[in-house]
């Protein structure tokens, strides 16, 4: 069954539940400096409380097995992150006890919250790599695990918009966008009437064009130092796998060039239409990036393909 179907065909148990998720609130505390340096550290410290309504005119409401997750669970394996362990607080003074044994329908060791109480995790990590954390507490409102709820909660942009900002500075300075030069798409292709003076112009065009497709390849480090977040990684991987896909292009456009062969010039001019996949997935991920982090046109304006 998808999800549009049991919006569809349930529509008061999707309104119970939404209303239900409600109950779950999530708080966000960062304590780190404003200006990321490479040694500072942050503490994070996340909590979620259940703030239904409890007494005798009320009905029971439990979230279990509530979770915490950050987006990279390997990370405080490695020992980037740590993730201390969880302090459960009662909050409620008096207040009805469930009818139910809530250990029957749990894991050993998971995590229930009854009305009033709360849970909260402390991650302490480098500063630097805030925009890494991607907190999301996750929980249940049913047995049969059927009622799921999934907070993302955002780490505040002042810690997190530097090292973007960061990001855009260093994709910015290796002048990606000038490396196509002539646009593919602006080259009038050579025919069986073309001068040899203009074929020898072009092909000498698209081989200064590789070079320098050469050399961007080789600036691609400080990008990709720079690259910090899922969003800033993604516009880096789109942009240099279309940075591969120019230089394929180029290369057999040059070689049916050289051959003077008609028919592989059109092959290899086929070809240049493949790059519009590229292109939107380049475009798709700048627009993820400036939306998230909210950055001004002026500053954001090199990250589209051009």
């Not at 148990?13 to 340096?37: C, D, F, G, Q, T």
Request: glycine fraction near 6%; charged fraction near 25%; hydrophobic fraction near 40%.
């Amino acid at each position: 069954m998808n999800k549009s179907n049991i919006v569809a065909d349930y529509p008061d148990a999707v309104n119970l539940w939404r209303s239900l998720m409600e109950y779950l609130k999530v708080e966000i505390v960062v304590e780190a400096p404003e200006i990321l340096e490479p040694r500072a550290h942050a503490k994070v410290k996340i909590t979620a409380t259940n703030t239904a309504p409890s007494g005798p005119d009320w009905p029971d409401v439990a979230f279990m097995k509530v979770e915490l997750g950050t987006g990279d669970p390997t990370r405080n394996q490695r020992g980037g992150w740590e993730i201390a362990k969880p302090v459960k607080t009662a909050l409620r003074s008096g207040g009805n006890t469930p009818g139910w044994s809530l250990g029957e329908h749990l894991p050993h060791g998971a995590v229930y919250l009854l009305s009033g109480e709360s849970i909260a995790w402390e991650i302490a990590c480098p500063a630097e790599q805030l925009p890494e954390l991607q907190p999301r507490v996750e929980s249940y409102i049913a047995w049969d695990m059927f009622f799921r709820t999934d907070q993302k909660v955002p780490i505040p942009s002042i810690y997190t918009r530097p090292a973007v900002s960061e990001y855009i500075q260093a994709f910015g300075s290796i002048k990606f966008w000038d490396t196509f030069s002539p646009k593919l798409k602006s080259i009038h292709l050579p025919g069986p009437d073309t001068p040899f003076v203009q074929v020898q112009a072009l092909t000498r065009q698209m081989t200064d064009s590789l070079a320098s497709i050469e050399t961007t390849i080789e600036s691609l480090s400080e990008p990709r130092s720079a690259a910090i977040g899922p969003e800033a990684r993604g516009h880096l991987r789109a942009s240099v796998e279309y940075l591969y896909e120019e230089r394929r292009v180029r290369q057999e456009l040059n070689q049916a060039i050289a051959s003077a062969d008609t028919h592989k010039i059109t092959q290899a001019a086929n070809s240049i239409r493949n790059l519009e996949v590229f292109e939107s997935a380049v475009n798709r991920a700048a627009e993820e990036l400036v939306a998230k982090y909210i950055i001004p046109e002026q500053e954001a304006h090199g990250l589209w393909v051009r």
